[in-house]
């Protein structure tokens, strides 16, 4: 498993499509709709936004997914056989965690806490948090959170 650091992954908010990130977006959307605006200052769960269906992405299921403010975003995917894996975007920061099942939700917990901190501070991740948020959680970015080639084909072969 390669870890990388985040600050070479900058980019403006919303050029990278992902299978977990559209999940967030729609969540999003969803959230605004369902309480007509944003809700300020607290975690959101947005979960049951998403039909039984949806939940489901590749070998992983969409335990929980909170938002904050409509900016920051953390959710947990289960997997029976794969360790649990903690998807977080933050502006221009996002990667994923992977927890033993055990540990999973504490250590959802004490993200969401390190990055609410952050965003109330700075509104914008700092070069300097991205670097210690990557090193304490040992962030990664798999292949599938730039690009989804499975998803691709899928939907290239129903057109």
């Known amino acids: 498993m390669v870890i990388y650091s985040l600050t070479s992954f900058k980019m403006t908010a919303g050029t990278v499509e992902t299978?977990?990130?559209?999940?967030?977006?729609?969540?999003?959307?969803?959230?605004?709709r369902l309480y007509g605006g944003t809700c300020m200052n607290k975690w959101?769960?947005?979960t049951d936004n998403f039909s039984e269906s949806q939940r489901y992405y590749?070998?992983?299921?969409?335990?929980?997914?909170e938002?904050?403010?409509?900016?920051?975003?953390?959710s947990l995917f289960s997997s029976e056989e794969d360790p649990y894996e903690i998807y977080f975007s933050f502006g221009i920061m996002?990667?994923?965690?992977?927890?033993?099942?055990?540990?999973?939700?504490e250590k959802r917990e004490q993200m969401k806490a390190d990055l609410e901190q952050e965003y109330r501070k700075h509104k914008?991740?700092?070069?300097e948090f991205i670097d210690s948020f990557a090193e304490k959680y040992e962030v990664c970015l798999p292949n599938d959170v730039l690009f989804d080639e499975?998803?691709?084909?899928?939907?290239?072969?129903?057109i």
């Open 44 to 46: 959101v769960n947005v």
């Open 58 to 65: 590749k070998n992983t299921y969409l335990e929980i997914c």
């Open 19 to 32: 299978e977990r990130g559209a999940v967030g977006r729609e969540q999003r959307g969803a959230e605004k």
């Open 150 to 158: 499975d998803a691709w084909m899928e939907a290239f072969m129903n």
């Open 94 to 105: 996002y990667g994923i965690v992977y927890a033993k099942k055990e540990e999973a939700y």
């Open 67 to 74: 938002v904050l403010d409509e900016v920051v975003e953390v």
């Open 124 to 127: 914008e991740p700092s070069d």
